[in-house]
């Protein structure tokens, strides 16, 4: 099937965007829900294509593995373990079984042990929550609190992830410690980088008159581990090893979130997710919106081979969206081999990448536009924005998201260069500045526009993106919900601590290493 959509590409690839156009295609290729719209026509997937990738799904049996993710089948086959993010944001409470436990009253209590805790701290003297954690238990959250900041009543929260102390130095200064919530976040509760920033943010807690035994809440799936460290259980939030940790914000992990903008916002956030998964599960094919993303996604990496794909949303607060989908496309499709040990027949996931616009257009665009590579974008973009009095600078943000999409399709060809320029140059010279002023042009993206960017459009974005990743998954015929692909860097990170600080020979390792470490030792 791939071949026969590889044979489709080559048949149209001298056809443009603008030629498949007509007066209905631009609602033909377009899913439009209650809540948001996604338009997919500025791309050269016409009716057959859309079949041919349909019928890839559908092979693939795309269907039956939702319905047994969403019913609590170990779908996630290497780790033997069940993936059901989607559980945490059920908040009606509609049972899914796990090895023959309805784990939905766990879900709920936990929930509402988060709620009566976010009450709690929101109502007290905290003002500021510093969130530890790293991967799945840091961006979702960060990038969740920078999101939602016009409803953020709650303490300020501030995050460390990386391992380098600058980034704690940096954001313990000018913090209270005596008001200061610290929360460790981490699903294994081993994850060196969050260990070593909780240490110090515990050591820095004492020694600046803080007390870390009333201070230091805990959200892990590994109870042991928190209370070695001696968190109390009361401020320890579990989950359980069936929430992957980029698929994590959902619970425990989005505790941050919950103290920034409430209980309430935070369950506008979940509703949002859980009317998405309702979604998914019901809607037909080309109405299915995670389906449609992911198909498009796949047409663009695996059949015609653009190795990249920029996500820009021109939405300032979505700012951190860009490293979210990072982890959650990147760490879970980035696999080559398959469920059942082979090689995935096709590339892997493609590079995700990006940045708000309108900032991007004057940073990277050039080459968007003009660069040699074709890079598929993907648009996002509110009608209205959180500051009815400065409508203006929306509007003109609209306009240049939409213009964006235009100039990729559209391009700008020699003849309309020149006429641009006529008045100023003329012979050679005409045909040498005309020269730099096209724009191919027929370069595809896709557009995301939602009412305003509130908690449940939010939740509505986050699962539209994971059950995208789904789908393509299951269509690579890969598992999404592993990652070994980060084990061997940090086993070979232990190996290297003590070469680093120079209490074990570097002699088995690599010339280049043994040359850095030499160079490490000499200048410092
Ligand atoms: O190293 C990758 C990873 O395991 C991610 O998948 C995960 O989100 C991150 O590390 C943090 O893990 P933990 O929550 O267990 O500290």
Request: net charge negative.
């Amino acid at each position: 099937m791939w071949n026969d959509l590889k044979r489709k590409a080559a048949a149209v690839a001298d056809r443009t965007i603008l030629d498949v156009f007509d007066d209905t295609r631009a609602d033909d290729f377009a899913v439009q829900t209650q809540h948001m719209r996604f338009d997919y026509s500025k791309t050269n997937i016409d009716a057959e294509t859309r079949d041919m990738l349909l019928a890839l799904a559908e092979a693939a049996g795309v269907a039956a593995r939702r319905d047994a993710m969403f019913a609590g089948a170990k779908i996630n086959e290497t780790e033997g373990r069940a993936v059901l993010h989607t559980a945490l944001r059920n908040l009606d409470g509609d049972p899914v079984v796990v090895d023959g436990t309805d784990v939905m009253p766990g879900v709920l209590e936990t929930l509402a042990r988060m709620d009566a805790y976010a009450a709690e701290v929101r109502g007290s003297d905290f003002t500021d929550v510093v969130n530890i954690g790293i991967g799945g238990s840091d961006l979702g959250p960060a990038m969740a609190v920078q999101a939602l900041s016009p409803y953020h009543d709650g303490p300020r929260c501030h995050f460390v992830s990386n391992v380098d102390g600058a980034h704690i130095a940096d954001t313990l200064r000018g913090l209270d410690a005596r008001t200061t919530l610290v929360i460790v976040a981490s699903k294994t509760f081993t994850t060196i980088e969050t260990m070593t920033n909780a240490r110090t943010a515990r050591a820095w807690m004492q020694d600046h008159g803080g007390d870390p035994t009333a201070q230091f809440a805990a959200l892990s799936t590994n109870l042991e581990k928190t209370s070695d460290f001696g968190i109390p259980a009361a401020r320890v939030f579990g989950f359980e090893d069936w929430v992957g940790g980029r698929y994590s914000m959902w619970g425990p992990i989005g505790l941050s979130l919950m103290l920034a903008v409430g209980p309430d916002g935070f369950r506008a956030f979940l509703r949002g997710g859980q009317d998405m998964d309702t979604h998914f599960r019901v809607a037909d094919g080309t109405e299915n919106m995670p389906m449609m993303l992911a198909l498009v996604g796949l047409w663009h990496r695996q059949v015609l081979g653009h190795a990249t794909r920029a996500v820009l949303p021109y939405d300032q607060r979505l700012g951190q969206l860009p490293a979210y989908f990072q982890q959650l496309e990147m760490e879970s499709n980035g696999k080559s081999v398959t469920m059942d040990g082979g090689t995935v027949p096709v590339e892997s996931g493609p590079v995700v990448w990006g940045a708000p616009g309108t900032n991007g257009q004057h940073a990277f665009y050039q080459l968007i536009h003009q660069g040699t590579s074709v890079i598929p974008c993907e648009f996002m973009v509110a009608c209205e924005g959180h500051e009815p009095e400065l409508r203006h600078h929306h509007d003109l943000l609209v306009a240049n998201c939409l213009a964006q999409s235009e100039a990729l399709m559209r391009g700008r060809s020699l003849e309309e260069a020149r006429a641009k320029i006529s008045d100023r140059f003329d012979g050679a010279e005409l045909e040498r500045q005309a020269a730099h002023r096209v724009f191919a042009g027929n370069r595809p993206s896709t557009t995301l526009i939602y009412p305003k960017l509130d908690p449940f459009t939010l939740g509505q974005i986050v699962a539209l993106y994971e059950h995208r990743v789904f789908v393509e998954g299951v269509i690579l015929g890969i598992n999404s919900y592993d990652q070994w692909g980060v084990e061997l860097g940090k086993e070979l990170a232990t190996t290297l601590q003590p070469i680093v600080e120079g209490t074990a020979p570097a002699d088995e390792k690599d010339g280049s290493t043994q040359a850095l470490v030499r160079y490490l030792h000499a200048h410092r």
